[in-house]
């Protein structure tokens, strides 16, 4: 070809969740049946949609109007309810539980122009990334869903530029090395935080969330807070919303239908924008925003229509709580799994549907025993091919490529989420409780043997 095509972001494009699912399947030559612990998707896993949520869906979806494009922005009685819930958000008190000794704003007041649906977030952010200028940087946490480290990526063309979850401190940001990195390096326009997090399970205290407050205040960046599993926090952690500490700083929050219905498959979220008015530039981006949806038309309309009604019923909050419950009791029986298992940590999961393993100590790091470790398989062709696999990939993906082949379960490696730190993650979505268990011991009984391998 006469000319490069190729973008300078196309190699940061990398998605380990279902990149991992291309390499078991290539185990099915050996007949191994996948236990499919990558990919969080909780109807897949087994989750039973409530019946009250599917005649909502069943209704709508016999109504003309389902069938027919929405405003761009999304349709117009669905936003008016999203920005309704936003403005209900409560006022924080100092002293209060969620609250703080420091002093709090006001929670945002927003309208539903400030509303802007997408198909999925998976979209929101290929958008919210793709028409940012492309030497303005977001600085974003590390590990990090890739999702959102791979779009920063690929805009900029450059690695990711990502502040430090510490697992000693139960997976809270570096806020040192959050302030450092903003105030040595001018291209950082914006912060990014995912809370609750994914992959680490994390919930950001209100003191937490403020001090970025503060950071982008005080250096004039807009703050981006991916809120997916913001109704999935369980465990007494206590945190906000965006909108509740946000002030008077340019930023928005990123929301979905995927987790908490949970309907992945609809492909609905939203940004919430706050203060959009507060900065001429900000206000000129997210204009981009919209612009780039117009292209498109808009985004799907039968679950944006769906969402007064399901999250207007009066069973949505008993509906969220159950399911809260459900995974404060799945995120202790993974951390009891992990638990006593030397060389190997868990912080337990708090919010979101995920648990992270790290592996740490002298015997992990001796580079020596690195490539000797493995796992038992018992057909020596099997063994051949993932000793061959395992010879250039880090050393937490050689530990999950042996899991497959020794156990069948498919974990992602943490290698794959913008981090050094080694481990993995697996999900909180097993619905078979006795299969659960069953699960989370084979995959801490594994890391422990495998660590004793070499
Ligand atoms: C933190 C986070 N953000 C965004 C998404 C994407 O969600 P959606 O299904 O709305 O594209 C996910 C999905 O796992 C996620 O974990």
Redesign the pocket.
Known sequence: MRRNIVHPGAGQLKYEIREIVAFARELNRWNIPIIWENI?DPVKKGEIVADWIKAIVMKKAGEDLSYAYTETEGARESREFLADRVNKRKKLLPGAPGGSALSLPDPVAIGAEDILFFN???DAVAKVFGFLRREARVLGPSPA?S?LSSAEAAHSGYEHLTYRLDPQKNWMPDIEDVELKVRYNDSIAGLLL?NPD?PTGAVYPVEVLLEFVRIARTYGLFIAC?E?YANIIYGGAQTAALSQVIGDVPGFGLR?L?KEIPW?GARC?WVEVYNRKADHRFDLYIRSLVDAKRLEVCSTSLPQLCIPPILGDPRYEDHLRRRAALFEGRAEEAYQAFTGIEGISMVKPRGALYATAVFSGESWEDEAKSRARSLPVSDPSLRDFISAKTAEVAPDKQFVYWLLASTGVCVVPLSGFATDLPGFRFTLLEHDDEKRRRIYKTIAEAAGAYLCSA
């Open positions: 969080g999925g977030l998976g869903y999702t995912i994914n991916d997916t979905s995927s992945p979220g």
